[in-house]
């Protein structure tokens, strides 16, 4: 982020996609103090205590994303500002999710990443349900990536506890870190 400043402070390297991409990290950087406990467990989204965000770097990262509207060249940095921005807003409305979710659409036109994917799929389905989403997921055909299986298991959530409980095992024996396997048992366990 310091060099990222500098870079802001320079009038040649002064550019929107610095600026979008200063505030990309001022939105993440904001969340990371609600995004581990003290046992260095990892916290979802929407577990996350907001009286942990760093509302300074929320509004750092909107005076940059201001200022990244510059100019006629839309990056990724640009598209992932955004999606950022929306998650220093906990409410959960409508509104929210649609516009993420035609950000991840841009987001895949302009820079396709199996993240970006998995991502978009999951917006997909705060928009449009759970079903149309699954219909989604299960075209991306990524059997090789436990965020796949994580994303299956909160999509059959609501549909179908048995096949929630496959994916998030499956998801659960392919994690590599202790602290992934946890979150994903935390997971398994929430299932009734």
Same mark, same amino acid.
């Given at each position: ?24 990290? #001022?939105? /993440? ?6 995004? $581990?406990?003290?046992? =260095?467990? +990892?916290? *979802? !989204? ?38 950022? #921005?929306? /998650? ?6 409508? $509104?929210?999710?649609? =516009?993420? +979710?035609? *950000? !991840? ?40 990536? /436990? ?46």
């Amino acid at each position: 982020m310091r060099l990222c400043v500098m870079l802001t402070e320079f009038e040649i390297t002064n550019t929107p996609q610095t600026n979008a991409l200063m505030s990309l990290m #001022c939105f /993440h950087a904001s969340r990371f103090d609600a995004r $581990q406990t003290g046992s =260095e467990s +990892l916290v *979802l !989204y929407g577990d996350q205590d907001e009286q942990l965000w760093d509302m300074a770097l929320i509004r750092q990262g909107m005076h940059f994303l201001g200022l990244s509207a510059r100019g006629d060249k839309l990056s990724s940095y640009h598209l992932e500002a955004r999606i950022a #921005c929306w /998650h220093c807003i906990k409410e959960e409305s409508s $509104q929210k999710w649609e =516009e993420i +979710l035609q *950000l !991840y659409d841009q987001l895949m036109r302009i820079n396709y990443s199996p993240s970006v994917a998995l991502n978009r799929t999951f917006a997909l389905g705060k928009v449009k349900g759970p079903e149309v989403a699954l219909t989604e997921a299960k075209s991306l055909g990524m059997n090789d990536n /436990h965020y796949y299986f994580v994303l299956l298991g909160e999509l059959y959530k609501g549909i179908d506890l048995q096949l929630a409980r496959i994916h998030f095992q499956k998801a659960h024996d392919m994690a590599r870190t202790d602290a992934e396997k946890q979150l994903i048992l935390d997971k398994l366990n929430t299932l009734h």
